[in-house]
């Protein structure tokens, strides 16, 4: 492969990653409400909860705290499309929409605070955030085993795949499998502070879709991040081995994670009603991660610039093959 191929080869994977994060943050607005009975029954607080503790998992980033770390998110993407030394420079779609999306991102959860009873008021902000954590682990620490068994069932939901098939866990130990080497003091410290992971384990001869985290809202959305990450390899996997290597090591970086989830979550509302009815969700995903380089990028692009273009093309992915189930999915 030439340099200039491997670059589109980075950039696809960055895009391919960003609708991954895409996916899991949408989970984090709405799956609690897929099984919003069943909380009910667990606890009647949960529900109100989970929804203070999504707008707060979003509403960090342009908190102080998260501001020194990573820095200011509306400088952040002004950058990526000027400076040459940013991460996402390069990156057609993140450079040129990055900014416009976190921004919509944040205003939407902003108008959702207001009916969900989550301060903006800096120091009360804090307190709440001290509250809401304190109660989740009050209440979950006696019903771990219901909440695992329905983070599974919400993910199974979302991609219509077996609960049995996910492999979940709350725990403080939320570190598993080869976790590549930080190779930054950002990224030591987000290794740090880390409160759950979801990904792809081989087992035998299969994958499998593994999640490990602190409280059920995280470790959903690590169960619907490792499920899409299993989905969008086969966007990768006819790579040689050493291209493979290099794309991972380039795209899979843990400080691009919360640029990802910033404004994945509003990509992802807006892909959603533009795939076509009564096709499954996972084969879906699966036809556009396998897309070459250039039409991924100009299908996502259209998805944000002209949605009814996006529409057509979204209908016309894999309209003649056979839909695939979701077991034969896995099994690749």
């Known amino acids: 492969m030439t340099e200039a191929e491997v670059r589109h080869e980075i950039n696809k994977r960055l895009t391919l990653n960003w609708l991954i994060q895409g996916a899991a943050q949408h989970a984090g607005m709405t799956c609690h409400h897929l099984v919003r009975d069943e909380l009910d029954a667990v606890h009647p607080k949960l529900l109100r909860l989970y929804d203070q503790y999504a707008l707060i998992n979003l509403l960090q980033y342009w908190r102080l705290e998260a501001a020194i770390l990573l820095g200011w998110p509306p400088r952040f993407w002004r950058r990526a499309a000027s400076d040459p030394r940013h991460p996402f420079f390069g990156h057609p779609l993140l450079s040129r929409h990055g900014g ?16 969900k009873g989550l301060t903006r008021i800096p120091v009360l902000f804090a307190f709440q955030v001290a509250y809401v954590i304190g109660r989740l682990n009050t209440i979950e620490a006696k ?21 049995d098939q996910l492999d979940a866990d709350l725990t403080a130990s939320v570190a598993f499998g080869n976790l590549r080497r930080p190779e930054t003091l950002r990224e030591r410290i987000l290794r740090g502070c880390a ?19 602190t409280n059920w809202y995280v470790l959903n959305k690590e ?7 299993l989905i969008c390899l086969h966007g990768i996997n006819k790579l ?19 640029w990802m989830l910033q404004t994945g979550g509003e990509l992802w509302r807006r892909l959603l009603p533009l795939l076509p009815a009564g096709r499954p969700l996972a084969g879906m995903l699966m036809h556009v991660a396998r897309l070459p380089a250039g039409p991924l990028e100009r299908l996502m692009l259209a998805v944000i610039e002209e949605p009814e273009s996006a529409r057509g093309r979204l209908a016309g992915l894999g309209a003649s093959d056979a839909e695939p189930n979701a077991a034969a999915d896995r099994g690749h």
Do not use: N
Not at 223 to 229: F, N, P, R
Not at 247 to 255: G, K, P
């Open 100 to 115: 416009t999306l976190a921004a919509a991102a944040k205003q939407r959860a902003v108008e959702r605070s207001k009916t």
């Open 143 to 163: 019903h771990s085993r219901e909440l695992i068994a329905l983070a599974k069932k919400a993910t199974a939901t979302v991609w219509g795949i077996a609960p």
């Open 195 to 213: 409160v759950g992971y979801g990904g792809v384990l081989r087992r035998d001869d299969s994958f499998e879709v593994v999640a490990r985290a």
């Open 223 to 229: 169960l619907v991040k490792g499920t899409a990450e």
């Open 240 to 258: 040689r081995d050493d291209t493979y290597d290099l794309v991972l090591r380039s795209a899979d970086r843990i400080e691009f994670e919360p």
